[in-house]
């Protein structure tokens, strides 16, 4: 059983030297625009300069230095323990990782495995946003596996939260995605963009292997219908010694992956000393999905309460 990662804790917060998500968090306390009350903090050079600065490599660089990590840990014939890191001063919107999840992981209408959040804030005289890219937590304590009978939903060993498609199904299917607290996990209607349009595509019926089964969303025989299912960190590609499509579609660099069990690994070196928001753990959740909470050097930032108690 690989043991659970471990990041270093982030230190106290000062005034001035707030992380992204905890910055988020106050919202609504202090208002200085409008209805929803944003708090901005200036942000202090002194204190920017005590933050990690962001990778200096090229995306590409990193994510070769990723896979060459995947194909040692593979190689070594240990067992991982899988880590996701959100940069989110790196995320710009686009959404290019949603559509290459999709592309790799068909879904139809009912729900998608990732999502990028933007979220308005008004403050200041320019239009100001931040974006989070959300998709399942892979959590070492999953309330939607609590949700429904033993076996329904395993932990591997690498920590990545597998639903067993044959098992859960119908009203079990029902309760694990209700009972995820950030709905992250969806029941598949079976249906796709194109299905009933004067251009049906087969490129949405196309077979593909998920949880190491292989499947097709053909409204003929469709096994999914009916059936819960969410992120799997792309395992069907880690099994393969390939980093998650999310991963190396990152157009902004924001997205990282490794294994935390490799001490040399990326993912382990800029963990280290880093402010790092976990989330949810009033939720026991766990997260095997988290995010720096650093803000941008020299650039104000907010809180956000709101958001995040
Ligand atoms: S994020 Fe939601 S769906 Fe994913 S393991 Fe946690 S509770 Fe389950
Ligand atoms: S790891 Fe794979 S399944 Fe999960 S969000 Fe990224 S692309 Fe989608
Ligand atoms: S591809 Fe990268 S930069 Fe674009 S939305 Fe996704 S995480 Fe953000």
Redesign the pocket.
């Known amino acids: 059983m690989a043991k659970s990662y471990e990041v270093t804790k982030a230190p106290a917060q000062g005034t001035g030297r707030r992380g992204f998500f905890n910055a988020l968090a106050s919202i609504g306390a202090s208002a200085v625009t409008g209805l929803v009350g944003v708090k901005m903090l200036e942000s202090q050079r002194a204190e920017a300069a005590e933050v990690p600065a962001p990778l200096a490599e090229s995306t590409g660089n990193v994510i070769l230095r990723m896979q060459q990590d995947l194909e040692q840990t593979l190689a070594s014939g240990k067992t991982p323990s899988w880590l996701?890191v959100v940069d989110t001063r790196k995320c710009i919107g686009c959404d290019a990782?949603s559509v290459?999840?999709r592309a790799?992981?068909p879904t139809g209408p009912a729900g998608n495995?990732?999502r990028v959040i933007k979220k308005d804030l008004p403050i200041g005289p320019r239009p100001w946003a931040i974006f989070k890219p959300v998709?399942?937590l892979q959590c070492d304590d999953a309330p939607c596996a609590r949700a429904v009978p033993q076996g329904m939903i395993i932990k591997r060993p690498d920590g990545i939260v597998e639903f067993d498609h044959d098992k859960l199904k119908g009203v079990y299917a029902q309760a694990a995605a209700q009972a995820c607290p950030l709905k992250l996990a969806h029941v598949d209607d079976g249906k796709t963009f194109t299905q009933g349009t004067p251009r049906p595509q087969e490129y949405e019926n196309r077979t593909f292997v998920e949880s190491g089964k292989l499947y097709s969303r053909k409204p003929e025989g469709n096994q999914l219908t009916d059936v819960a299912r969410k992120?799997?960190?792309?395992s069907h590609?880690l099994d393969a010694g390939v980093l998650?499509?999310?991963?190396t579609t990152c157009v902004g660099g924001a997205m990282y992956f490794g294994d935390a069990n490799n001490s040399s690994s990326l993912i382990t070196e800029i963990t280290q000393g880093r402010r790092i928001f976990k989330g949810h753990e009033n939720l026991g959740l766990k997260p095997r999905v988290i995010y720096f909470t650093e803000s941008m050097p020299d650039t104000p930032h907010i809180e956000c309460v709101a958001c995040h108690s």
Request: glycine share 0%; aromatic share 10%.
């Open positions: 996701m990782c290459a999840c790799e992981n495995f990732r998709n399942c992120c799997t960190f792309c590609l998650p499509a999310c991963v």
